[in-house]
Nanobody
């Protein structure tokens, strides 16, 4: 199983970014998928998750300004983030689990992780 994130970088506050996560080595369409983020010295937190049926879940800090989606034909997970603020600065990780999970935004539910990609939002 391999997950590779892309699309990160630096952006001004108020801007937008779309993160991508390409999966390989597994049946992408059957996995629960999620995005997490982590700031140095802090715990990794869930951002958004999506079941195999496309049902999304969002953490409160990003709700209403982010959209998680998946393209099973391309084995790719996306996270569109709008109205970014410096508080969104973090390393972003995609994660996968082969089946339904109970707590979609909990790190312990996922056993496959990407290497992470940096998002930096400047004021």
């Amino acid at each position: 199983v391999q997950l590779v994130e892309s699309g990160g970088g630096s952006v001004q506050a108020g801007g937008s970014l779309r993160l991508s996560c390409a999966g390989s080595g597994f049946t992408f369409s059957t996995y629960a998928l999620a995005w997490f983020r982590q700031v140095p010295g802090q715990v990794r937190e869930g951002v958004a998750a999506v079941y195999s049926d496309g049902t999304p879940t969002y953490a409160d800090p990003v709700k209403g300004r982010s959209t998680i989606s998946r393209d099973n034909a391309k084995d790719t997970l996306y996270l569109q983030m709008n109205s970014l603020s410096p508080a969104d600065t973090a390393m972003y990780y995609c994660a996968a689990y082969p089946g339904p999970v109970i707590n979609r935004l909990a790190t312990w539910e996922y056993n496959y992780w990407g290497q992470g990609i940096q998002v930096t939002v400047s004021s």
